[in-house]
Each structure stands twice: as structure tokens, then as C-alpha cells.
């Protein structure tokens, strides 16, 4: 936060002496003074709000469900919104609208997205073999909401970028809707943040990963979120060890990165907790209801 | 303030398939039930391939050689070492999977020299010139499950909350 506001106050600082020094404001301040370019400055250090968040994670989301659809299948999408649902209930913010799908890609991969949507690949549904995993999974990426980590990651990038032409043509509602070309703009995808969303999925900002230490303060939570929901709190751990036996060769999803911790550096982390890990390793795995779901995956 | 990458997604990582052993990371036991106390079938070395069965709460059914067991699940890690990928000159942090699925050996796994990103449809750029799909993104939406219906769907197993706190530091002095 300090250093927000920080840079903030220095921004207009410097800009304020740069007209000076050019000897009357006239013009240049006419021409770069905008009103539109202040807005970009107070929207760049302006924390995001709960519905901004929300409505760039929907502009986000249609761009990932552009890559690669939901499965066709109800009983499976309903199955995986009330198990993340479940789990969501027990983090620190309850009340957003979370929604979990299941996307017809054959890689291993899982999405969180700003605002409280979850994507998992239904190659890595395939993998697990029980609910508490499946749990462990969606436990993950709502640590990731819960903590706000994309949020944090929007800010700063903005605030990086501000005066850069690309992140700052993605706070541009105007130029992100133009953007959308012939699809048409319906419901909260209108919104100058959903805009953004889809800009900076368009720019690969999205793409770019989280600091490793996220990815671990993730994972401890996610054991604590899916823990508290009831379920062993090993799922999570079997699905890193999965993710840890395969080679990329095939399906291979791959918007990994060097970055990333491995999933034994992973398990490494999770195995510091090893005491509390134990104390809720007995509670239900609930593989049956997982299992009859599956089976009606084609 | 800490300094991090922007980015969003992901997480659980990547990658597909073929099933590798998993591999024990410390001398440890193979036991004949998912007990401290239960009888000792095999003493496994550190590094001893092992494939999964099943699990139970901290431990997982294996079969090393011929002999089928339980091991403590936290014992074992995956066995993969990805080649590091050299950076492509854009330089994104997409170009490589160094040591995305590391693991001890070492010994690179030649399968996966040339693995980079042969993705299909989740590809970066797949995501970057994709077109929003507004019919899907209604569908996620009608999708969505409420609370009391997640509530109910919780008390079918019965799945009760359990108060947990969260982790820090770390804890280890627990059993192994």
C-alpha cells in the first residue's frame, strides 16, 4: 500500500514541474491533461473494486472458455459448482459468486480467475480419483480468490504499466469493447472491467506467472479451506502427486511456466505440516459419489 | 510491498500423462496396514519406484516389485526431471518448462526434451486470440450452485465443517 501511494504522489508530482519547465501550461496541459488521462491515473492507483473484480474475471473467463468450451455434460458441472461451492463457504469470502466449470481440454491444468471463477481441464478431472482430491484441486485456486492474488497482480501491473501503451489501452473501456469486433457485448462482459479482463488476456498478461511464494501460501490454504469443508486433507497432496509422475509428452497443457514451483517443491512446503495434515487425514475421501459422477463422463 | 509477476491463472500446473512411478524420498517402510505400528513387509530405500494403488488418510496402498503395502504418502514424489527449455527470444515466462515436474534423479528424461508447448486449445496463444464465448460464460453462470444447495449436498455424505486453523510457520514434530 505504501508503495502505491507512493508512486502515485510521484507520478503527479513529476508531472506537475514537467509543464512548468515548458514555460506556461497553455497547450501542453490542454493536450495531455485530460480529463481521460487523469481518469487512467486515479483508475490505476484505485484499488479494484469487488464488482470490477468480478466483471473483468467474466471478461477473462469468456476468453478462456474461448480456447476451449465447457464439457457438454450437466450432472458433471453441477457435481464440480457444488463441491467448489462447498469448499468456497468455508474462505474468507463467501458471499462472491463463485462458479466452478469443467473445460473440454485434455492438458492438466486448473484456472482461477479474478472475482471467483474456477476452471479445471477435464484431463485433470480425469486423474483424480476421489472427491476430497477434486476438493483439494478447487481448494486451490479459491485460496487464490480468497487472497486476492490476481487482484494484487492487476494493481501492480497497472501501476507498472501506467504511462506504457499496452496495459494502459487495457484500462481503456472504450478500445477493449472495440475490440470484442462482432461478438456481441451482453451483460456484465459491457463493463469497461470485463473489457479489461479479455485486454489483458489479449495481451498475455494473464499468462504470466504468479511469484512461487503465492503458489505456496495457495496450497497451505487450499488444505485448510478443503480441511474445514470436511474432506481428508490429502487431496490435495494426491493430486500434486499425480501432476508429479506425469511427463509433459502428451495432452500436455502448457501454460506453465519456468517459474513455477515444481509439485515436489510442493509437497516439499506441505510437508512442513505434517502434524496438523495428520489430525484431519481420516475424515472422508467421499469416493463413491466422485466415481458414479465419472461414469457418466464420456 | 511484495514484488510479484502479474499474472493470474493457473495453478495446479500442467502437462499430461503416462503414469511414472512414484518414487520414495528417503529410506522408509513398506507396511502391511496404514499404521505406525503395523508390520514392517519390505524396508524401501530412498529413491525405490513404487506405483499407487489406492490411499488412506496419510498413506498409500503401493506395490514395490511384487509385494503390495502401505507407505506414508508424504515419502513419496514424483520421479520426472524435465530438461530446462531454453527462453525464446520474446523472452515470456511461457518459452520453458524448466523443472516443472522436477524431481531427484539425475538423469534427464529424454521424452520430455522436446515438450514445450504442444498444446491443443489451451495453448498461450490459444488464450491470447481466442474469441470471448459469451454462450459458455451464460452456462457457467446457470451452472452455479447456491449455498443451501452446496449446504445439502455437504450433508449427503455427511461432510461437517471442521474448524481448522490456518498453517504457518511450520509444524513438523509430529510423527513422520
Redesign the interface.
Known sequence: ????TFVAVSLLAVTAPAFAQFGGLGDFVKKNLTADNLKKVADAVTPMSESEEIDAG?????????????VVN?EL??YV??????VS??SAR?DL?????V????????????GG?IFV?L??VRKL?SESELAG?LA??VA?VSLK??V???E??KL?ALGQSAVQAAADAKLAQTN??S??I??N?ASAAAGMG?E????????????R???YD?D??G??LA??????S?GL?????I??????????????????P????R?AEL????????K???????GE?FTKVMAGVK | ??????????????????????LT?RATELRAAPEFDAKVLQALPEKSPVQ?I?????WSQVKSGTVTGWVR??H?????V?E??P?SAGG?????????????RTQP?T??RN??????????E?????????Q??????A?????P???K??K?????????????G???????
Open positions: 500500500m505504501k508503495i502505491r467474466a471478461g477473462i473467463s469468456a476468453m478462456i472458455l474461448g480456447a476451449s468450451p465447457l450437466d458441472q453441477r459448482n457444488r463441491v467448489g461451492r462447498w463457504l468455508q463467501t459468486p463463485w462458479e466452478f466449470g473445460i473440454d481440454s485434455p492438458s492438466v491444468n486448473a484456472f482461477a480467475v479474478p471463477k481441464t484431463g485433470l480419483k484441486v486451490h485456486e487464490h492474488h490476481q494484487k497482480a492487476i501492480n501491473a507498472s470484442l469486433g461478438t456481441p451482453v451483460g462482459l479479455i489483458a488476456m489479449k495481451n498475455g498478461l494473464f499468462l504470466r506467472p504468479l511469484d511464494s503465492l503458489e495457495a497451505r490454504l488444505v485448510v480441511a474445514r469443508a470436511g474432506y481428508d490429502y497432496i494426491a493430486a500434486l502427486q501432476l508429479a509422475t506425469m511427463t509433459p509428452d502428451e495432452a500436455g497443457g502448457s501454460i506453465s511456466m519456468s517459474t513455477h515444481t509439485p515436489n517443491d509437497l510437508e512442513k505440516f505434517t502434524a496438523t495434515l495428520d484431519y487425514a481420516n475424515q472422508p475421501q467421499v459419489r | 510491498m511484495k514484488l510479484f509477476l502479474p499474472l493470474g491463472l493457473l495453478l495446479l500446473c500442467t502437462i499430461a500423462t503416462a503414469q511414472e512411478p512414484l524420498n499407487l489406492e490411499r488412506k488418510g496419510a504418502m508424504m513419496l514424489r514424483g520421479g520426472v524435465v530446462a527449455q527462453q515470456s515466462a511461457l518459452s520453458g518448462f524448466s523443472r516443472l515436474l522436477g524431481g531427484n528424461d521424452r520430455s515438450a514445450t508447448l504442444g498444446v491443443r486449445g489451451l495453448s498461450p490459444d488464450l491470447k486470440t481466442a474469441s470471448p464465448n459469451v459458455d460464460l451464460a452456462k457457467l453462470a451452472m452455479q450452485a447456491d449455498k444447495s452446496a449446504e449436498f455437504a449427503e455424505v455427511p461432510l461437517t465443517k471442521v474448524d481448522v486453523a490456518e498453517l504457518s511450520n509444524d513438523r514434530g509430529g510423527r513422520k
